[in-house]
């Protein structure tokens, strides 16, 4: 009887439970919703302060909460009501099986307590099912948005050539590379031929939208080119194992990367101690040199062992920028991509990086973006790009002496 009527009455909680797994969904999405609001808020709160921007965001913050409170409460009073119904039924039911045994079945007192703890027990066991699951329900919008993203985490899932590059010592190859993000947006890059051996200089030039970090994240494997070949040392990138050219690669982008430790650490990433190794620290000292940031750290009262704060917040913009240059300077890399390296950093600090690049030369594959044309006068070829194509190469000085040359152009354009 038990189990007949508490199958019974977990048919009936099927509307309650779909109703626990709405708000669980609902939950999960208003927690993203918010912590997104929270993330942003942090991020940018010099700028949101400075120009009195932050009630804007704290009003979606506010309504945010208000909504997931909502959410929270509504399944508070679904779990106290599976709580509060299940005492009422049981005794509902236990004193309709008195009343059929002493009335229809005319039975003595014992044997009806005896009923009585079976069937109470019994229905509280089957009920308790509903309890357990409903406490499931409460989470499954977390766990859903986790599978969808673990399923589409292995969809895209970037796949890996076997192939162990060594020491990277010929040349970079597009062969008629194609590239866009999606069909709807079109291409990005559109027929890409061109050649960047070992240790030569290269600049991308092009207006904004051109392509060029585009091309820069192909060349990283970050992205995988829609048609055409990319060779590395003559070997298809799709058939290399990403790693073992990644590691070759420095990459000093506009968007700079410091972490929450000292400038030490954040020169040599964790390599070693540098308090316990001279050896690490006097390489630590070269690239801060290289990048025009020794002096600097030289005032501070703990030098290369002062910390940095969240995002390199206690430094300005372009000691951020140059201890970034001074990290990937130290990792002495086989490809060193600059991408506005210098867009942060005052006259002075630029003209001393570029020498510092300049004396790289010869030594290691540089791939430069600038708008700034006057940073690559000394490349070896410059490639300048329009709207995804690749529409004029050659050295500087020639391209300048091109009749209608588009590079002369823009050179003129700045007044160099």
Not at 229 to 256: F, M
Not at 380 to 393: K, T
Request: charge should be neutral; hydrophobic fraction near 45%; charged fraction near 20%.
């Amino acid at each position: 009887m038990a189990l007949l009527l508490g199958l019974v009455l977990l048919m009936l909680f099927r509307w309650l439970n779909h109703y626990v797994r709405q708000l669980s969904r609902q939950t999960a999405q208003e927690s993203g919703r918010l912590a997104k609001y929270l993330i942003q808020t942090l991020h940018a709160f010099k700028y949101l302060r400075a120009t009195g921007q932050i009630p804007k965001l704290k009003h979606g913050i506010t309504a945010s909460i208000s909504r997931l409170t909502g959410y929270e409460m509504r399944r508070g009073i679904a779990d106290a009501f599976t709580r509060a119904i299940s005492e009422p039924i049981a005794v509902v039911f236990i004193m309709l099986i008195v009343m059929a045994q002493l009335l229809y079945f005319e039975q003595p007192l014992v044997p009806i307590l005896v009923s009585i703890v079976l069937f109470y027990r019994a229905i509280n066991s089957i009920l308790g099912i509903q309890h357990s699951w409903q406490s499931t329900l409460d989470h499954i919008g977390s766990l859903e948005l986790l599978h969808t993203e673990f399923t589409q985490l292995k969809q895209h899932q970037e796949a890996d050539g076997g192939h162990q590059l060594g020491p990277f010592s010929q040349a970079i190859r597009l062969q008629n590379l194609h590239f866009g993000y999606s069909p709807e947006l079109g291409p990005v890059l559109k027929d890409i031929s061109l050649d960047i051996p070992a240790q030569s200089s290269i600049a991308l030039v092009g207006e904004s939208g051109a392509g060029k970090s585009t091309l820069v994240d192909l060349l990283s494997l970050t992205l995988q080119p829609s048609s055409g070949e990319l060779l590395i040392d003559g070997v298809n990138a799709a058939q290399l194992n990403r790693t073992s050219w990644r590691q070759q690669i420095g990459y000093v982008s506009q968007e700079t990367v410091v972490f929450d430790d000292s400038i030490a650490n954040n020169i040599c990433l964790w390599q070693g101690d540098p308090q316990q190794d001279p050896q690490l620290m006097a390489q630590i000292e070269q690239a801060a040199r290289q990048a025009h940031i020794a002096h600097f750290i030289q005032t501070l009262p703990e030098g290369y062992h002062s910390l940095v704060g969240d995002r390199g917040l206690r430094l300005s913009g372009g000691q951020r920028q140059r201890l970034f240059i001074a990290r990937e300077l130290f990792r002495q890399p086989r490809l060193l991509i600059l991408d506005e390296a210098t867009s942060a950093l005052d006259s002075e600090s630029e003209q001393a990086i570029q020498q510092s690049i300049d004396a790289l030369k010869g030594k290691t594959t540089l791939v430069i973006i600038a708008h700034r044309l006057s940073t690559i006068r000394d490349v070896d070829r410059v490639y300048v790009f329009d709207q995804g194509r690749l529409v004029e190469q050659g050295g500087y000085a020639e391209l300048c002496a091109r009749p209608n040359s588009r590079f002369a152009k823009l050179v003129a354009l700045q007044k160099l």
